[in-house]
């Protein structure tokens, strides 16, 4: 059971070029997220997607777009790296909430490094 | 506004001693979930324990306790006889149905255990 899985695990980029950050689930999770972690301080929201088809914009969303391609895959984009989007970040997903609470519950995967020269 | 506050930034003990992390949060909300994760030092991120606002009773886990206090917008977290390996970073974070429950993190507690 893989849970969530995010490529790659460490990236460099040099100012101003692009990349995709992956992330996919396979615990058939309706809602995904986005998340950046900087030293010294507690996860920050880039994006989410309460469901297949459907992004919103969360606390810190400038500089990224995402992508829900499909129930399992959320993507990350940066279109021009800067040096402040050094980072390590976070994809999460979690079960539609409903009667049960345990539905709740953001599952993580493993992080992405990621630092811009 | 939501916030979480883990007022305390490195806590350092020596193993079997027990050590509590403090957390205390702001919502107007009432219909909302806490949340622990602890980060060790491979940075993956696991889920400890959720309590919603309506059930204050404590809760215990092994030698992991929680105290939930609505009075003082207090979640605080509780390890008995702690071991080399509970350190780790420990995080409080908050949620609520309004906004798809995002979670609001605290800033986190570094747990060091010395042996």
């Known amino acids: 059971n893989a849970g969530v899985t995010q490529t790659p695990k460490f990236q460099v980029l040099k100012t101003g070029q692009s990349m995709t950050l992956q992330c996919a689930q396979d615990m058939n999770h309706n809602s995904m997220y986005w998340y950046r972690q900087d030293p010294g301080m507690g996860l920050r929201l880039i994006y989410y997607?309460?469901?297949?088809?459907?992004?919103d914009k969360g606390e810190v969303p400038n500089g990224y777009n995402v992508s829900r391609l499909n129930k399992r895959e959320f993507s990350l984009r940066l279109e021009s790296a800067a040096p402040s989007q050094t980072s390590v970040y976070f994809c999460?997903?979690?079960?539609?909430?409903?009667?049960?609470?345990?539905?709740?519950?953001?599952?993580f995967g493993a992080g992405t490094r990621l630092s811009v020269l | 506004a939501q916030k979480v506050t883990q007022a305390q930034t490195e806590i350092s003990v020596v193993e079997k001693e027990d050590v509590t992390l403090d957390c205390v949060y702001e919502t107007r909300d009432t219909t909302y979930y806490l949340f622990w994760y602890k980060q060790p030092p491979s940075g993956e991120l696991v889920f400890l324990i959720r309590?919603?606002?309506?059930d204050e009773q404590n809760e215990i886990s092994g030698r992991y306790s929680w105290n939930f206090q609505k009075s003082t917008s207090s979640f605080n977290f509780t390890i008995t006889a702690s071991q080399v390996v509970d350190s780790a970073v420990y995080f409080c974070?908050?949620?609520?149905?309004?906004?798809?429950?995002?979670?609001?993190w605290g800033a986190g507690t570094k747990l060091i255990i010395k042996p």
């Open positions: 999460a997903s979690r079960p539609l909430a409903g009667g049960n609470l345990a539905k709740n519950i953001q599952y």
């Open positions: 309590r919603n606002s309506f």
């Open positions: 974070a908050l949620s609520d149905p309004d906004s798809n429950y995002q979670l609001i």
């Open positions: 997607s309460a469901s297949e088809g459907t992004t």
